[in-house]
């Protein structure tokens, strides 16, 4: 180069670009560049959800394990629980955890509003299967406060274009038939609240009178049926209804006249007819005052009374549902004809006194 120094100028330039090159991690021909595919695609494998659960299953699995060596052994060998949950789909309302039992404890069933309807063939099925099969003892129908689907069927308009609409149509029709209570609260979030309890009481009747459960009380089984309801603001169930089941002296833990011997069956229905539990006269306030031995605070006797109270309705009207006979019918029409054919007389006989 000539003697003002080009050269010297210009290899500093060329320097600078090979090293540049050399370092830029972006650049397809630098050294790191398939190390930064590689942390790419790790932060992709990372991301997958479904692998991040798997990672959590192998340490939940090898936890067992080293607690319990026999333990996926003994759940392979029997599947024997005691109890049936029929629950809402709520991710918050997970059956096993709230109960603190263990895999292999509670046959479960999860939908959207923890229904019970008879046109559901999933809930029916679960329900067969657990009874027939499982031989389970106790059923527990569990609703919480502040559902969602609660809270829709109070909000959502019946018109409204979606399937959670139909779904539901049972809660709004719970709604409709208790809509003077509801509509005397002060607000929505209470209205959602005692709906959620009305709605626990209705599905409690939806099993009682399935004919799974009917038949497996007409072959003798001990199977008994309960109605709950969970908060998720203490984490604590809270019992609504129960237990039901085909035995006479139901509710006789509670220490008062009024809970004495009646049975759940259809001959004693068919001789009181509609008046087969008097719970309309039971004195609340008196049934409290008379816990008091008992022990408790003044709300846990109120919630016993108010549970022996909805099982003695919910009982009426499984005895009304299931009385419900040909035989029965047609004695209530002879008995009706007979009525009316003697209104009629008593008519015509006041209408030739009013003549003369």
């Not at 540049?20 to 992709?44: G, H």
């Not at 939806?206 to 199977?223: I, N």
């Not at 237990?243 to 833990?253: C, D, E, Q, T």
């Amino acid at each position: 180069m000539d003697s003002n120094g080009t050269v010297k100028d210009v290899l500093p330039g060329i320097l600078q670009h090979n090293v540049s090159n050399s370092t830029d991690p972006d650049s397809p021909s630098s050294p790191l560049s398939p190390i930064r595919n590689q942390l790419a695609q790790r932060r992709s494998f990372d991301a997958d959800p479904l692998d991040k659960l798997l990672r959590k299953n192998k340490t939940w699995s090898a936890s067992r394990i080293s607690e319990d060596p026999e333990y996926f052994n003994r759940l392979c060998t029997q599947q024997a629980p005691e109890y049936l949950w029929i629950g809402c789909s709520d991710s918050r309302v997970p059956a096993n955890a709230i109960l603190g039992l263990e895999p292999g404890e509670v046959f479960v069933q999860r939908n959207v509003g923890n229904q019970a309807t008879h046109t559901d063939l999933n809930c029916m099925s679960c329900l067969e299967y657990s009874v027939k099969e499982l031989k389970v003892r106790n059923i527990i129908l569990c609703g919480h406060y502040g559902c969602g689907a609660v809270r829709a069927a109070l909000k959502m308009p019946s018109k409204t274009h979606n399937l959670v609409n139909c779904w539901i149509s049972d809660i709004r029709e719970c709604r409709n038939q208790h809509r003077a209570e509801l509509m005397a609260l002060p607000n929505l979030e209470a209205q959602t609240d005692r709906l959620c309890e009305l709605n626990v009481l209705r599905q409690t009747f939806h099993v009682c009178t399935s004919p799974v459960v009917q038949s497996a009380w007409d072959r003798g089984q001990s199977l008994h049926i309960y109605g709950v309801i969970y908060s998720l603001k203490d984490g604590l169930i809270k019992k609504l209804v129960g237990p039901i089941s085909k035995s006479a002296l139901l509710l006789h833990w509670i220490p008062h006249p009024a809970a004495g011997d009646f049975a759940h069956d259809q001959a004693t229905f068919e001789q009181r007819g509609n008046s087969f539990v008097g719970y309309d006269s039971v004195d609340r306030e008196r049934m409290v005052e008379e816990l008091s031995p008992v022990g408790g605070s003044y709300r846990s006797r109120v919630d016993a009374v108010n549970a022996y109270i909805n099982t003695m309705e919910v009982n009426n009207r499984i005895a009304q549902h299931v009385g419900w006979t040909e035989d029965f019918t047609a004695t209530e029409a002879k008995s009706t004809v007979a009525s009316a054919a003697a209104v009629a007389a008593d008519v015509a006989t006041l209408a030739v006194s009013a003549a003369h």
